[in-house]
């Protein structure tokens, strides 16, 4: 992607300054919802066209989980109607849209990782309007990259880690031990993404945190990388009900490129611990 104009949309969330800074040496134009709101298709098509870019990459979505159980209709629109107009624009320039979307497309019902042609059946409306949102761009744009991650983590955001970090203060913290995904630092995923764009190979792919574990022993990880003794407690999903279902096993794997995929989520456990301690140094 040398010499490319990248149009990253979302930029100021956890992925889009990801992929700012895997992609520092390439033209980068980074948009976020002050300056481009893509549930407004006037505006995305006029930005597109103006901006005229080689790829648009979308890391914008709505993302609050449980608030989308009660506001379904905001939850569509930032993430079914905003992927398709981003798919429309980028469609009517002949350019590929990257676009992403999630393990809870999935039920969780499986108990092996869940490929790309694994029959999606979200429970939650947040899965739900990510499923829409993956079959507008599927329906609107050929070249269209459709990448599902899951437990997704940077050192900036709101993330399972970075709360577990603040909760380290307690005696202890209760951690469920009876859901199991793919934890994903947002700079692995960004430096795949960097790879799969160059092959063309245009379709849904899987790309999370290598191997599985539940959220239990990922904070155990976290906690051991960071020298922290706050004992971990492991409870389960009944003792923290949550407004929105979540895939009790949504451990991902893919069939598509072997070279696209993350190092294992310890690795991203890892990576982040050394990252946060530059960052306060
Ligand atoms: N986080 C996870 O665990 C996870 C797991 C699986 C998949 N994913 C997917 O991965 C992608 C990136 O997630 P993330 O965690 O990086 O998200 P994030 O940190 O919440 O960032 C999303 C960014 O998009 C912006 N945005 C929201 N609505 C917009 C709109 N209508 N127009 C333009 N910008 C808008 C947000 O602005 P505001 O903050 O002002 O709303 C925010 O800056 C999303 O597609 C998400 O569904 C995430």
């Known amino acids: 992607m040398k010499n490319s104009k990248l149009f990253i949309i979302g930029a100021q969330g956890q992925l889009g300054q990801a992929l700012q800074a895997q992609f520092r040496d390439c033209e980068v134009i980074a948009w976020d919802i002050q300056d481009l709101d893509i ?3 006037d505006q995305v098509r006029k930005a597109v066209k103006h901006i005229r870019p080689d790829i648009v990459i979308n890391a914008a979505a709505f993302t ?23 798919a429309l624009a980028t469609n009517e320039i002949g350019i590929p849209l990257v676009h992403f979307s999630t393990d809870y497309v999935f039920d969780g019902c499986q108990s092996r990782p869940y490929h790309e042609f694994d029959r999606t059946n979200p429970h939650s409306v947040y899965g739900q309007s990510k499923l829409a949102g993956e079959q507008e761009v599927q329906k609107t744009n050929p070249r269209n990259y459709i990448i599902r991650t899951a437990w997704l983590y940077h050192v900036i955001g709101k993330n399972f880690p970075l709360t577990m970090l603040r909760l380290a203060k307690q005696e202890q913290v209760r ?15 960004a430096k795949a993404v960097s790879r799969l764009i160059e092959t063309e190979s245009y379709g849904t792919f899987h790309l999370a945190g290598s191997g599985g574990t539940s959220w239990y022993d990922f904070t155990q990880a976290l906690y051991q990388a960071s020298g922290i003794q706050t004992a971990v407690i492991p409870i389960t999903s009944a003792d923290y009900p949550l407004p929105a279902p979540r895939p009790a096993y949504s451990v991902l794997t893919s069939l598509q490129d072997p070279a696209m995929t993350l190092p294992p989520w310890e690795e991203g456990v890892r990576d982040f611990t050394t990252q946060l301690k530059e960052i306060k140094t």
Not at 68 to 83: K, V
């Open 39 to 41: 549930c407004q298709l």
């Open 64 to 86: 609050q989980v449980d608030q989308a159980e009660t506001h379904q209709e905001a939850a569509y629109r930032g993430n079914a109607l905003g992927p398709r107009n981003l």
């Open 175 to 189: 951690v469920v031990s009876d859901q199991f995904g793919s934890p994903t630092y947002a700079p692995h995923l």
